[in-house]
Structure formats: structure tokens, C-alpha cells
């Protein structure tokens, strides 16, 4: 939905804040990617933000971000890839419901 995709904005530019004042490098792929390009936005059925930055970056990144990245769970690699992988988790007002953005790390 709309509002759900504000709100995945919104989390992309925390992040983009977050990480570019404290000179990580990131940058989107995947679907986030795709929209960003094709449709000037998310695809239309687009639920999540992907990213990828450097594994050695990582701890860094999650000191950038604070609570956000101290919510970072690994999540095993991507299928078939061998790219490691895992969530930051932007927790709203009910702690049982989350937002999160997939990152995937880069050697």
C-alpha cells in the first residue's frame, strides 16, 4: 500500500542519514533498486528496502544507527548465492510488530 511504502521511505532515509554522516557506504539493490529505476519509486507489490554494504562496515554501521543497528539479526546468506545476509529492525509503538530492511554484505 502507499502508506506502507512511505513508511518504507522513511526508514531508507533514516538510514541514508544515519550511514552518509558517519561515512559508511551503502547503496540499494535488489527490488529497492528496480523501483528506484523503473518506476522512479518502489515496485508497485514492493513490501521491503534492500541494501548492501560492506561486511567489515557492518559494526560501524550499526554504531551509526543506534537502536536500529543494535536490532541487526543475522539471517544465513541469500539462497544460492553465498551472500551473507541479515535484517535491521525498526521496531513501532507495539513491540510485536516490526518493520525491518534486508542487508546484504559485500567481502
Not at 13 to 25: H, N, P, S, Y
Not at 32 to 46: K, S
Request: charge should be negative.
Amino acid at each position: 500500500s502507499a502508506s506502507h511504502q512511505l513508511k518504507l521511505l522513511a526508514m531508507l532515509q533514516t538510514i541514508d542519514e544515519r550511514l552518509t554522516k558517519a561515512g559508511i557506504e551503502y547503496w540499494v539493490t535488489g527490488g529497492t533498486l528496480l523501483g528506484a529505476v523503473r518506476h522512479a519509486g518502489f515496485i508497485p507489490h514492493d513490501d521491503d528496502v534492500d541494501i548492501e554494504l560492506r561486511a567489515a562496515d557492518l559494526p560501524k554501521a550499526a554504531e551509526a544507527l543506534g537502536s536500529v543497528g543494535r536490532s541487526f539479526r543475522g539471517g544465513g546468506e541469500w539462497p544460492g548465492s553465498g551472500v551473507p545476509m541479515g535484517r535491521f529492525f525498526f521496531w513501532g509503538n507495539d513491540c510485536r510488530f516490526t518493520d525491518s530492511v534486508d542487508v546484504y554484505l559485500r567481502g
